[in-house]
């Protein structure tokens, strides 16, 4: 990190973003740490590792786009247990709540990256978008930043609090992921029945009628 310097992390938040397995978790506290042994400042550290964060947050804005409404339709309209009117629904929830989630998706694991990409297919006013970030990813830098700098040699012991978090989120991905599978099963399930149903008169009249048929001749 010395080598880096202050822009160097903010260069590794930015890919962050961009490479989830890059973790920020792991540069902000030794960035912090390498601030408390007078290597780099600290608010040289903290300035860039918030612009890195707007930065890769820009690029997937832009991939969000790039990638537009019409586009993402398309594209969930070949996933299987998908609906476009899912894509309805996000949108409607996204224009409510949008600055929030933008807002709070900077401080969540994951969500951090990926919360960019339905601001940029939205079309969220690029000012609003890039302050919301810089100021929650602001928050986010900070508080592991001071960890790294105030735990000194110790500050690898923040990872097995953020390791906690992140698995507690993605749990949490993966509960809410299989309820939507299953339910959206049961749906499909229950919408091929009653066309099962309606075609079972018809087998019986065809087969009444090949019946009768066959005791005539």
Known sequence: MEALGSIGAGVAVAVENLFPPIPSEVVLPLAGFTASQGSIVLWEVLVWTTVGSVVGALALYGLGAWLGPVRLRRIVDRMPLMKVSDIDRTDAWFARHGSKAVFFGRMIPIFRSLISIPAGVQRMPLLRFTLLTAAGSAIWNT?????????????HAIEQYADGLQMLVIAAVVVVVSVFIVMRVRQRRQGSAPAEEGDAPQAREADAQQARGTMGR
Not at 143 to 155: H, K, N, P, R, S
């Open 143 to 155: 508080v592991f930043v001071m960890a790294g700098y105030l735990l000194g040699e110790q500050w």
